[in-house]
DNA sequence: TCTGGGGTCCTCTGCCCT
DNA sequence: TCTGAGGGCAGAGGACCC
């Protein structure tokens, strides 16, 4: 094998959050482990290969994950402890190279091109990286080798455990794919497996009978431009014939701020939402000062009951400076919004975001206080109904600054809006707390 | 037989300005 | 003064990824 050709590893987990599981808990070794919300409305968000033997998958139900494996053992997850491992996963890769480029918890793309004379080709640094990872972590991983990001992460789910209803059978933990073998490795994969083909452009590319990354391969680039748009069609044209000029990126910048939670069951007025929104506002004004971070734009998301979803969003003329001033730009989208039909889901965020030292300069803008053209949408505000930026919204900035600090020291229930407070308790604040899966 | 949560990117449409 | 073309931008929706 010839190093420099082949500078791309992809490392994945193997069932991370159910693996922590199992490593904290060895009682649960060998038994079908799903990790995944555990309300009416949960879904798996990593399974055990024991659960997987029986047709459990991630994204799938959690109500029909246990019809198809009832004695699953079920676990709502550790969000933290996940983060934890995911520190000392990162830990492991840097020391092989630094350019590193983390996809989620338990992935990422290495580039390795600098690692040679230290640690030999890159299909060695694969098989030394997945024993550093067994070491320090205790769990296993796969490594795909390739020159580009996409077969490099197809390989390494060639190089994965496969799930049997006899048991599991160990995958070869690390694949390499050669230049020369790039084209018979793509070509008798289905389009699923390349980037930007979910289930609609599957479909679409069906009806033309084209059902493998071969399939794709034979038509022009105009043809697919045709029928997957003119961004997606370019770049499937050039990953069906194994060009992908993506290198790996070590910093990627934020471009938006985010929570949305779904609702055990429909909401259908604005007085049950409210609280809600006042509660996801507030900690999107918590991630965005934490990560100093600010935005100009607040986007309100709603699911409904037959799960069709809109988004309103409103901009500002210059930077949000507080949790009230989203919640109050969000409570306005929601007002003019019919929820009768019932709300499955609620989601707060904020984008067009920019660093907080360099917003402060023109935050405080004699434009942003009280010209009509940074008003707001239509709905409680100023005297013409409409939304203004209130001139305490600084004094407010440095409450929360405040709060932030309580939180930091007493945690996150510990202080919060009064419209958060949980009925029937006068000293917790309802929190996001420890539900996010990444 | 129901479909989470955190994101990014692309496309289309309508509005405003030149 | 009116009108159309075209660019830029915001808003909305859809598709996708992990």
Redesign the pocket.
């Known amino acids: 094998m010839s190093a420099p050709d082949l500078e791309v590893l992809h490392v994945d987990m193997d069932c991370f959050f159910a693996a922590v599981e199992v490593l904290d808990d060895p009682s649960l070794s060998g038994r079908p482990v799903v990790v995944g ?1 555990t309300g ?4 798996v ?1 990593s399974c055990s290969y024991e659960a997987r033997a029986t047709g459990v998958r991630s ?1 799938m ?1 959690m ?2 994950a246990l ?1 198809r494996c009832p004695n699953a053992v079920v676990i709502g997850g550790r969000h933290a402890r996940y983060a934890e491992m995911s520190e000392l996963l990162h830990g492991v890769f840097r020391e092989f190279t630094p350019v590193i480029e983390p ?2 918890l338990d ?1 990422a793309f290495l580039d390795v091109s600098g690692s040679h004379r230290l640690f030999g080709t890159s299909e060695e640094i694969g098989h030394r990286v997945r024993r550093r990872v067994t070491e320090v972590l205790g769990l296993t991983c796969s490594v795909g080798v390739a020159r580009t990001k996409l077969i490099a ?1 197809l390989a390494s789910r060639e190089a994965k455990p496969r799930a049997t209803r006899k048991g599991t059978v160990p995958g070869p933990g690390v694949v390499v794919v050669l230049p020369e073998e790039e084209l018979a490795f793509l070509h008798p994969r289905p389009v699923r497996d ?9 479909e679409r590319l069906a009806r033309y009978g084209v059902q493998t990354i071969g399939d794709l391969a034979v038509l022009s680039a105009d043809s697919l431009e045709r029928v997957a ?4 069609g370019r770049q499937l044209h050039a990953l069906s014939h194994g060009e992908d000029a993506r290198s790996v990126q070590t910093s990627v910048a ?9 609702f055990p069951t429909d909401r259908h007025d604005h007085a049950e939402l409210h609280p809600e929104l006042v509660r996801l506002s507030d900690s999107v004004g918590r ?1 965005l000062r934490s990560a100093g971070m600010t935005g100009r ?1 607040v986007n309100l998301k709603l699911r409904f009951a037959d ?9 500002l003329a210059g930077p949000l400076l507080s949790s009230a001033e989203i919640t109050r730009i969000a409570s306005a989208l929601l007002e003019g919004l019919d929820v009768g039909p019932g709300v499955r ?1 609620l ?1 707060v ?1 904020v ?1 067009s975001l920019e660093p907080l030292e360099s917003a402060r300069g023109r935050q405080l803008s004699l434009i942003d206080l009280d010209h009509p053209a940074t008003a707001g949408p239509e709905g409680p505000g100023g005297p013409d109904g409409r939304q203004r930026r209130r001139p305490d919204e600084p004094a407010r900035a440095e409450v929360e600054a405040a709060v932030d600090a309580i939180r930091q020291r007493y945690g996150s229930g510990a202080v919060g809006p009064a419209t958060t407070v949980e009925p029937g308790s006068r000293l917790r604040v309802k929190d ?1 707390g420890d ?4």
């Not at 390349?194 to 599957?202: D, E, Q």
């Not at 934020?254 to 779904?262: A, D, R, W």
């Open positions: 919300g009416p409305r949960g879904v968000a994204a139900p109500a029909q019809r996809i989620s992935e992460k390349l980037w930007g083909v979910g289930p609609k452009t599957a748009g003119r961004a997606v934020l471009k938006s701020i985010g929570h949305e939670e779904t991630r734009t799960f069709s979803t809109i988004v309103r969003s409103h901009s889901l989601g965020s984008s996001l539900r996010q899966w990444g």
